[in-house]
Nanobody, 114 residues
């Protein structure tokens, strides 16, 4: 098992930036696939981005060019850098260990509003 704890959420104005962190309770080196998801108010949870152990990334179209997922295997943390934030990015953001261990963090709130 691996416990995941997100941090870095908050209130930001449109056009602003935030960096979310996800700290793991154990080494993430052997975790093949990790990801960030989000759940906007009143909507279903959706995939935002993933990253493989080798650093291959995927970003959903709505965040491509604005968000960047990364991982630090030494510090057992992965990140979501979010730039040029829009009101529609408002959501609870979750990190997830996808494969081979399926585990979710509890989420961090991101609110984009003027």
């Amino acid at each position: 098992q691996v416990q995941l704890v997100e941090s870095g959420g908050g209130l930001v104005q449109p056009g602003g930036s935030l960096r979310l962190s996800c700290a793991a309770s154990r080494t993430i080196f052997s975790i093949d696939l990790m990801g960030w998801y989000r759940q906007p108010p009143g909507k279903q949870r959706e995939l935002v981005a993933t990253i493989t152990r080798r650093g291959i990334t995927y970003h959903t179209d709505s965040v491509k060019g604005r968000f960047t997922i990364s991982r630090d295997n030494v510090n057992n943390t992965f990140y979501l850098q979010m730039n040029n934030l829009k009101p529609e990015d408002t959501a609870v953001y979750y990190c997830r260990s996808i494969n081979p261990i399926n585990s979710w963090g509890r989420g961090t709130q991101v609110t984009v509003s003027s």
